[in-house]
C-alpha cells in the first residue's frame, strides 16, 4: 500500500497548493480577485472536486491498512490473499474472515464440495 499511499499523499498536497493558487490568484498577486476584479471558478471548481476525490482516496487507504486481530489461521490466508491480490487485512477481516471456517480431513477422506470452497493449502 505504500507506493498508493505517497502517490495520494502528494496529490492531495499538489491540490491544496492549485486550490491556494486559485483561491490567491496567482502569478496576479497582490491583487486576490484579479486585474478586473474576478476569481477564476474554473480553477476554484477543479481544485475542489480534485482535492475531495484524492482526499477521499487518501482516507480510504489510511482506514484500509489499519491493524486488525487475526487469527494463525486466517493470518496465514490472508497473507496467501495478499501476495496474490493484495488485498488489506481490513478488507480481508470484512469480506473473507467472517465466511472463514478451519477444518481438516484425514488422507483419503471424502472432501463434500457441494456447499463449501476449499483451499488445500
Not at 483419503?108 to 457441494?114: A, C, L, M, N
Request: proline share 4%.
Amino acid at each position: 500500500f505504500g507506493d498508493l499511499l505517497v502517490i495520494r499523499f502528494f496529490l492531495v498536497l499538489a491540490y491544496i497548493m492549485l486550490l491556494t493558487n486559485a483561491v490567491v490568484g496567482s502569478p496576479l498577486w497582490p491583487d486576490l480577485t484579479g486585474h478586473d476584479g474576478t476569481l477564476a471558478v474554473d480553477s476554484l471548481c477543479w481544485a475542489i472536486i480534485s482535492l475531495y476525490v484524492h482526499g477521499c482516496s487518501l482516507w480510504c487507504l489510511l482506514l484500509d491498512e489499519r491493524k486488525v486481530p487475526l487469527s494463525d489461521d486466517e493470518a496465514a490466508l490472508w497473507r496467501m490473499f495478499y501476495r496474490t491480490g493484495g488485498l488489506s487485512q481490513r478488507l480481508f477481516y470484512s469480506i473473507v474472515a467472517c465466511h472463514l471456517k478451519v477444518v481438516e480431513f484425514e488422507p483419503g477422506q471424502e472432501i463434500p464440495t457441494h456447499n463449501d470452497f476449499y483451499i488445500i493449502y
